[in-house]
């Protein structure tokens, strides 16, 4: 039953209030949700048909008011200001309707066909209120459904709700707000002159909500009404009138206004169900140990800590399973090729890069596991609240920690969510020092790295290298708030939602989803990548020998086998393919950037390993899978990466190299991310060469300090 | 309209900023002071004369701190909570 005709459905209400929840229940979507304010800071679109129509639902960025002014705000308010949804959904907050109303009121003198959903009513149930979705309905001009996104409950309501909505086709009249004397004598006087300017461009309802708009000081629609100077001179007049007149500013008696507004609609809609309350406040209870004035801190600490560590030890068992299947793939298939180039290609190249990264996979998901709890539990906001003071004291904003916090999986969604920040330049800082966290696609090279160098204390390694990535993300803040200009003072102000349990469901989800993500990755680009660097290592094939090996070896194969001429030939060989290898297409492009490298000790395939991390932080692994191929192959015993890799660096040398790999250059689509969100290249070239100076310089250090302890 | 704060200081004695407010303790809200965006954000949050406002929890270092206003919890910092006004009930 495909819909025949579409209509445009905007999403809107407060941040988290579950809008993006109800927006996949209604689609059929996994877009990502959890339980802190604005996860949710791009519009999103899908459709889905019912009856004869087509929704199509715009998922906007929550807000609390449409007179603020965060870059995300912006874009949920333009989007109603140029009217691109016929049909807005208005979602509420069941457990927190005072305040879901305030935007509601501001809606609703619009006129525009609308749904209210009462969302997570189980909360409000929980609550022990009563509301009266009938009475509630009248009062706010369109249907109230009570719903609750999680068990599905009321959603057919809902979509039976759109559907009547998508049919009628005239707004209803917008409702008209009980402003005390002096502020609707204004709004009148107001109206009449954008009446007079604008003849017959709008009905009653909107000159009046434009007259109210502009009275509240709404700083686009003022830009908007740019040209009318007689019109904006009339506004500003009556403002400071009311603001005389009154003790407070215009804003204040609107809002004042609309908050009574809110008070008399809940009290003629809700009633609180009589008795004792017997439930258990489960909130108060977490947040009396989880913010502890004492164990706070520490219990964040830990916690941080238990992801860590179970990540790293729980993902061993299942890493050494696909680390064997891998192994049986790879012979089988090995045998069954014929030796030759395509053979070299699939095991050596596809192979050996696919298979040395795949093995992380149970590492990544289970960290995804933890992320999953920590976004969706309502714990991230207390951890912001918890590192606020500590963090400011680094130039950060408490608020950065939660793209902190995400960083750990992934830092491209990490450095959307600095959106939340209000500050432009809190928000710079913190979009900045965001690729410095450790996230899950480089998390295979210290796991490598840590078991190849440091077996005996791995886990404590790779440990190590989150505590190194949280104190150098505080020291690139530190050095930031030196470099840029002081701008206006921040504010830190920030809703703690209710503790929620995860849902399994969405737990399965978000692990199934990193996991596809990490497979889609070692499908692209790691599987190309392998591909690639194999030919690079392989070709050109007609080099110019300095020494004539081929027609030596011959020579030799001709004499009778003796100890010393077989130690002689395998010389020669080895000889030839270094040879080889310096003059393939990877060998000169290494030697050019090697003079850069040279003073951190690291060799050419170290080198390499670096250069394709720059496109994405996992090939860094199949880059060492797809170099150290070929000697895993003639090793006498199947060796594995691992104690390969052990015999080229010294120790030292290899905690610079992963030091360097933990800090330099975001990967492209980290880079690409943070072009969007700080608005120019400039500030993206800028990551890419703070953090390269960052990354080397630690490293000169660290292999220089190592040179002069041995 | 940036002299809000001597047009409200009228009727009451009692009265102080958010960032006074003893542990435990209601008051309720008088008025906001600071910049145009500042107030508009605060009182898209609940913060408007005449609602009820309880400090709950203090972070570690006393700063920021948790309060419950129209039933849900929001965390300020105490430099924001100095430009909310509040008197004790």
Redesign the interface.
């Known amino acids: 039953m495909a819909g025949g005709k579409e209509i445009t459905v905007g999403l809107i209400g407060n941040p988290n209030s579950g809008k993006t929840s109800l927006f996949n229940r209604l689609c059929h979507s996994k877009d990502p949700v959890g339980n802190y304010p604005r996860v949710t800071v791009a519009i999103r679109e899908r459709t889905f048909d019912h009856a004869e129509w087509t929704f199509r639902l715009a998922d906007l960025p929550g807000v609390?008011?449409l007179?603020?002014?965060t870059p995300e705000e912006s874009s949920a308010r333009d989007y109603i200001h140029e009217e691109r949804a016929q049909i807005w959904m208005n979602v509420l907050d069941a457990g927190?309707l005072?305040?879901s109303l305030?935007?509601t009121s501001q809606l609703v003198e619009m006129g525009r066909r609308m749904v209210f959903v009462l969302n997570m009513i189980d909360e409000a149930e929980y609550?022990r209120l009563v509301i009266d979705a009938e009475a509630l309905s009248r009062r706010l001009g369109g249907p109230v459904i009570k719903v609750n996104s999680i068990t599905g409950q009321g959603l057919e309501a809902l979509r039976a709700a759109l559907v009547s909505m998508a049919q009628q086709e005239r707004a209803p009249a917008p409702v008209i707000i009980d402003y005390d004397d002096h502020l609707a004598a204004a709004v009148t006087r107001v109206q009449q002159l954008i009446v007079d300017l604008h003849p017959d461009a709008m009905t009653p309802g909107q000159s009046r909500w434009l007259a109210i708009k502009l009275l509240e000081?709404d700083d686009a629609l003022l830009r908007r009404e740019g040209d009318h100077g007689h019109l904006l001179e009339m506004v500003g007049r009556e403002?400071?009138d009311l603001?005389q007149e009154h003790?407070?500013?215009?804003?204040?008696l609107f809002?004042?206004a609309r908050?009574a507004h809110v008070h008399t609609l809940m009290a003629a809609t809700m009633v609180r169900a009589g008795g004792s309350v017997p439930h258990v406040d489960w909130?108060a209870r977490l947040?009396a140990l989880l913010?502890h004035?004492?164990l706070?801190?520490p219990l964040f600490i830990f916690i941080l800590w238990l992801m860590f560590q179970t990540t790293f030890t729980l993902g061993k068992l299942p890493m050494g399973w696909i680390e064997a299947g891998v192994g049986w793939i790879k012979e089988g298939v090995g045998g069954l090729l014929p030796a030759g180039m395509v053979h070299d290609l699939v095991v050596n190249g596809v192979i050996a890069g696919v298979g040395g990264t795949i093995i992380f996979l149970p590492n990544i998901v289970i960290l995804f596991f933890f992320m999953a709890i920590f976004s969706e539990s309502g714990y991230l906001?207390r951890a912001a609240?918890?590192m606020?003071?500590?963090m400011h004291a680094f130039g950060l904003h408490?608020k950065a920690l939660i793209p902190l916090v995400i960083g750990f999986g992934c830092n491209v969604p990490a450095v959307l969510a600095t959106r939340t920040i209000?500050s432009e330049r809190a928000r710079l800082i913190a979009i900045l020092v965001n690729p410095f966290i450790l996230c899950a696609a480089r998390l295979p090279v210290f796991i490598l790295f840590a078991g190849a160098f440091f077996s005996d204390r791995a886990a404590s390694m790779v440990f190590l290298m989150y505590m190194i990535s949280i104190m150098m993300s505080m020291f690139g803040s530190v050095l930031l708030n030196r470099i840029l200009p002081r701008g206006m003072?921040e504010?830190?102000?920030?809703?703690?939602?209710p503790y929620r349990l995860p849902t399994v469901k969405s737990l399965t989800w978000h692990m199934w989803d990193n996991a596809m993500d990490f497979l889609n990755k070692i499908g692209g680009v790691i599987l190309v990548g392998s591909m690639v660097l194999w030919f690079m290592k392989e070709f050109p094939k007609d080099i110019t020998w300095s020494v004539d090996y081929a027609g030596q070896i011959e020579q030799m194969q001709k004499q009778p086998e003796t100890p010393e001429l077989k130690e002689a030939m395998s010389q020669l060989t080895r000889q030839r393919d270094q040879e080889a290898l310096a003059n393939s297409y990877l060998g000169r492009i290494a030697r050019t950037v090697a003079p850069i490298f040279a003073p951190l000790e690291l060799s050419w395939r170290d080198t390499v390993a670096i250069l394709t991390g720059l496109m994405a932080k996992e090939v860094v692994v199949a880059s060492y899978a797809v170099l150290y191929s070929e000697e895993r192959e003639q090793a006498a015993e199947s060796s594995s990466l691992r104690e390969l890799l052990s015999k080229t660096m010294s120790p030292w040398v290899a905690f610079a190299f992963m030091v360097f790999t933990l800090l330099y250059t975001p990967c492209l689509a980290t880079i690409a991310a943070i072009r969007r969100e700080a608005g120019s290249w400039k500030w993206a070239g800028f990551s890419v060469g703070f953090s390269m100076v960052i990354a080397w310089s630690l490293a000169f250090l660290i292999v220089n300090v190592g040179r002069w302890l041995t | 309209m940036f002299n809000a704060s001597q047009s409200q200081d009228n009727n009451s004695d009692s009265k102080m900023t958010l960032a006074e407010l003893p542990a435990g303790r209601t008051a309720r809200i008088a008025g906001l002071l600071g910049d145009d965006l500042g107030k508009r954000r605060l009182m898209a949050l609940g913060l408007v004369r005449g609602k009820e406002i309880a400090l709950e929890t203090k972070a570690p270092m006393g700063d920021p701190r948790i309060y419950t206003i129209l039933g849900y919890r929001l965390s300020i910092r105490q430099d924001d909570a100095k430009k909310i006004l509040v008197s004790a009930i």
């Open positions: 609390y008011a007179t603020t002014q927190n005072e305040r305030y935007l609550k000081g403002r400071q603001a003790g407070g500013e215009c804003e204040m809002a004042d908050y909130t947040d913010l004035r004492v706070g801190l906001t609240f918890l606020d003071r500590l408490g209000e003072e504010s830190f102000i920030m809703e703690l939602p």
